[in-house]
């Protein structure tokens, strides 16, 4: 929310200045602050209309009907996050505070609203086993493993939920009856959540095959153990407008020789450069297929992303690249995990 230094009052402001307070800001709450900032409560329209119906005074101060242990989320939380818990817990408002609990921003239903939904379906890749992790995965799978507070999916799902992505599958196998605990159907998250069941392991998009038939493209398609901070609409609507069969995100990967590189030719040293670097494009985990691309996938048996796009190339299908900027980690080693886990305050926000 904007205009959320509106909705601030002083425990001992009067109840007519917190009905102004209400009225000026347009979310139903009043956020009861004392002098340094720290949130002291908060105040509904509904908990002044419930003191006035009890006989208080238009003049008499809140302090008394300040509801004083509201839930708040951390200053700087990654909104998708926050816009989860008002989802969750059915909350109208969510107050931001930082570590001294001061305010420092409200979150409301109402920024739910301003994000378009839109209408493509997305898959997630969460059935491997995360073999690489050892011990993390013995019992967990991957994609449940905490990065911050919260599981490597949950904040996948947060990122494509704040974008508008509203019907999501989730592709599942290993120990995937955790994944379908956690999520359920996704109605407690304003989302549809499906699950494609791996009876077997399918590679990293035959699961794509049990896809409903009503499901026809584009799809957006990511990897369960990538974090990022791309604009997935974006990815979408560059699909879209440039009439592809696919398309795959790429990220810069720069690869330094820790030694100098000797140039030499007919028995002679021509130059010697120093630790050069090379820099190459790799495939950053996210995707779009059209219609034609998911037919081309066999049903019911394993089948990687790297097969189906040379099938498409191949076939003279357009696959189209899309740069990310930003944010990318994928969670593949032990040191991805423990690099995650040190940015991700930095990068996500709680």
């Not at 990122?159 to 508008?164: I, R």
């Not at 996704?186 to 095959?209: F, H, K, M, N, V």
């Not at 003279?316 to 995650?340: K, M, N, S, T």
Request: a negative charge; glycine letters at 10%; charged letters at 25%.
């Amino acid at each position: 929310m904007k205009h959320w230094q509106r909705t601030l009052v002083g425990p001992d402001a009067p109840l007519r200045q917190v009905l102004k307070a209400i009225d000026s800001a347009g979310v139903g709450i009043a956020l009861v602050v004392d002098d340094a900032g720290i949130l002291v409560g908060t105040l509904s329209d509904g908990d002044v209309r419930r003191a006035l119906i009890n006989g208080a005074d238009l003049e008499q101060a809140c302090r008394p009907f300040v509801h004083t242990t509201p839930v708040v989320a951390p200053d700087g939380l990654e909104e998708g996050a926050a816009l989860t818990m008002l989802r969750a817990r059915k909350l109208r408002q969510l107050p931001r505070v930082d570590e001294a609990g001061r305010v420092t921003g409200l979150t409301t239903v109402g920024d739910l609203l301003d994000v378009p939904e839109r209408p493509e379906a997305v898959v997630i890749m969460a059935g491997g086993r995360g073999e690489r992790l050892a011990e993390l995965t013995r019992t967990t799978p991957k994609p449940m493993l905490n990065v911050g507070p919260r599981p490597i999916l949950e904040t996948i799902v947060s990122s494509l939920a704040v974008q508008g992505f509203r019907r999501i599958f989730l592709s599942v196998n290993y120990k995937g009856e955790q994944i379908v605990a956690h999520f359920g159907d996704g109605s407690d998250r304003g989302l549809t959540i499906g699950y494609l069941r791996e009876d077997q392991p399918l590679g990293t998009c035959g699961a794509l095959s049990l896809l409903p038939a009503a499901v026809e493209g584009p799809v957006l398609v990511t990897n369960g153990d990538v974090l990022t901070r791309v604009d997935y609409g974006q990815v979408m609507d560059g699909h879209i407008r440039d009439g592809a069969a696919a398309t795959v995100v790429v990220r810069d990967y720069e690869m330094q020789v820790p030694f100098g590189v000797i140039r030499a030719a007919d028995g002679r040293i021509s130059g010697i450069e120093e630790k050069p670097s090379q820099v190459f494009n790799i495939n950053a985990g996210v995707y779009v297929l059209s219609r034609a691309a998911l037919a081309l996938i066999p049903a019911n048996r394993p089948y990687d992303m790297p097969m189906l796009i040379q099938a498409l190339i191949d076939a003279d299908q357009p696959v189209r690249p899309h740069r990310a900027e930003g944010y990318w980690l994928d969670i593949g080693r032990p040191p991805d995990y423990d690099r995650a886990n040190a940015e991700f305050g930095a990068v996500f926000g709680g």
